[in-house]
C-alpha cells in the first residue's frame, strides 16, 4: 500500500469513531457545525511530506472557527485550534508513525485522545458564557482566545483574560513596553496586520479596543 494510501485508510478508520462529523477528503478533513451554526469545528490530518514506505507519518490539527467573528472582521474568524501535540501538553509537532506494526496502535491512540481531550473542548464552546469563564479561570493562555472572549464575553472579560496572559507570559515585561509606546503613535497608524513580533498583534488589538493592562 502507498503511503497516501495508508494514511487515508488510517484517517477514515479514525473518522468512523466520529460519526456527527462530515467526512472530507477521504478522512483527512473532519467537519462539524456548532448548535448554533455559528462555529465550525475541524479536525485534519497533516501527511508528513517525506513520507516513504518504511515511515508513514502524519500529525492532527484542530481548529475552531466563527462565523460572526469572521463578518465582525475579527482574527479572521479563528477562535481557537493547534496541533494535538501541543495542545495537550505534551511534544510538540509530535508525528505519528502508520508504517508496520505501528498502525494499530497509531490509529487506536490518536481517536483515544481526540475522544478524550478534543471533543471536550469542542462540546464546551457550545456554552459560550460558560466557556469564557472556564477559559478566565483555568489554567489555558492562548493568545487567540482574547479575541473571541472580546466578540462574544465584552471587554471586562477580555481584559481579565488580557491580564492573565500578560502576568504569566515570559514576555511580559516586551508587552507592556509595547503597549505604553503604542499610547505615543496615532490610532490610525496602528496596524493589525503587521507583526512586529510574537504576540504584538494581541497587543495592539487589546489597546485599540480598549483593553487596559491592570497595575
Not at 508528513?48 to 500529525?59: D, G, P
Amino acid at each position: 500500500m502507498k503511503p497516501r494510501e495508508l494514511c487515508e485508510k488510517a484517517w477514515q478508520e479514525i473518522a468512523s469513531k466520529f460519526p456527527d462529523f462530515k467526512v472530507v477528503s477521504k478522512g483527512q478533513k473532519l467537519k462539524k457545525s456548532s448548535k448554533n451554526k455559528d462555529l465550525t469545528f475541524e479536525i485534519y490530518f497533516q501527511a508528513n511530506r517525506n513520507n516513504y514506505a518504511c515511515s508513514v507519518e502524519f500529525v492532527p490539527h484542530i481548529f475552531i472557527y466563527s462565523k460572526d467573528m469572521k463578518k465582525a472582521n475579527y482574527h479572521n474568524g479563528f477562535v481557537y485550534g493547534g496541533e494535538l501535540g501541543s495542545l495537550l501538553n505534551r511534544k510538540a509537532w509530535h508525528w505519528w508513525q502508520l508504517a508496520g506494526a505501528s498502525y494499530q496502535y497509531t490509529v487506536d491512540e490518536v481517536s483515544k485522545l481526540l475522544e478524550e481531550h478534543i471533543i471536550p473542548v469542542f462540546d464546551d464552546f457550545e456554552d459560550t458564557e460558560s466557556n469564557i469563564e472556564k477559559f478566565i479561570d483555568g489554567d489555558i493562555i492562548d493568545h487567540n482566545l482574547l479575541y473571541y472572549i472580546y466578540h462574544f464575553g465584552g471587554k471586562d472579560k477580555a481584559q481579565q483574560y488580557f491580564n492573565k496572559i500578560i502576568e504569566k507570559d515570559k514576555l511580559r515585561s516586551k508587552y507592556i513596553g509595547f503597549y505604553n509606546q503604542l499610547k505615543d503613535m496615532p490610532k490610525e497608524n496602528i496596524s493589525l496586520d503587521k507583526s512586529e513580533f510574537y504576540g504584538s498583534a494581541m497587543i495592539k488589538f487589546a489597546y485599540l479596543h480598549g483593553i487596559e493592562i491592570e497595575k
